[in-house]
């Protein structure tokens, strides 16, 4: 039995002919962008929009931007990265009230607020500003502290081994480099990148939820 709850096949043959890196970009190229993003990320991104949100409640509410990135967003990008976390925030509040459960965003349960289903395009276009320019500082930030790992919105977040684009997947990877005898271990086992049952699933097929509710990558699809 190997992680995830997921019995692999029997050991597999390996056609090493093609580089090791090459399979394992191969083997990842399926994830889309979205399922890429880091954890932290997504929670740290969340708790940009948390704080916005006071801003449906105070009249006087300001955030001030990450001044190192917001005089290169437009106004476009903006409406469209905030339309992509009204997205996933519209979906998240839906699958709870099906249970009866709260959802809204902590200000309304922590700070004693009107409890409110947030349209996020009513903030003031300032506070859209502000808040996306914090995203992208965060993403940055990351980036920094994660020099191995690069990033680019057709991929989402990869690593960059012997010219290969290997799409970044935290729950296999960590924050360790993929190596080749990982990638022979998981091919042998017949599971080619690291997608252990239930994982590659989440990595192909719910990733547009985290994608829309954290609101990066920079450009979303309909």
């Not at 903030?123 to 859209?128: A, C, E, V, Y």
Request: with cysteine; glycine share 10%.
């Amino acid at each position: 039995m190997i992680g995830f709850g997921y019995m692999p096949a029997e050991a597999t043959e390996v056609d090493d002919s093609i580089p090791w890196h090459q399979r394992l970009a191969f083997a990842r190229y399926s994830i889309e962008p979205h399922a890429t993003i880091p954890q932290h990320l997504a929670d740290v991104w969340t708790d940009i929009m948390v704080e916005a949100c006071r801003g449906f409640h105070e009249e006087d509410y300001v955030m001030q931007p990450a001044l190192d990135y917001i005089d290169d967003l437009e106004d476009g990008m903006v409406a469209r990265r905030i339309a992509g976390y009204q997205k996933g925030y519209n979906l998240e509040y839906d699958r709870r009230a099906v249970h009866g459960a709260w959802s809204d965003l902590a200000p309304s349960i922590e700070g004693g607020y009107e409890k409110l289903r947030y349209i996020f395009a009513d903030l003031p276009t300032n506070l859209q500003r502000a808040i996306v320019s914090h995203w992208d500082r965060l993403h940055y930030e990351w980036l920094a502290e994660h020099p191995t790992i690069h990033y680019e919105p057709k991929f989402g977040y990869f690593w960059l081994i012997g010219g290969s684009v290997i799409k970044f997947h935290e729950g296999v990877d960590g924050d360790t480099q993929p190596t080749e005898r990982e990638t022979l271990d998981w091919e042998r086992v017949g599971a080619a990148g690291g997608m252990y049952g239930w994982a590659a699933s989440s990595a192909t097929a719910v990733g547009t939820v985290m994608d829309d509710y954290t609101g990066y990558p920079t450009e979303f699809e309909d």
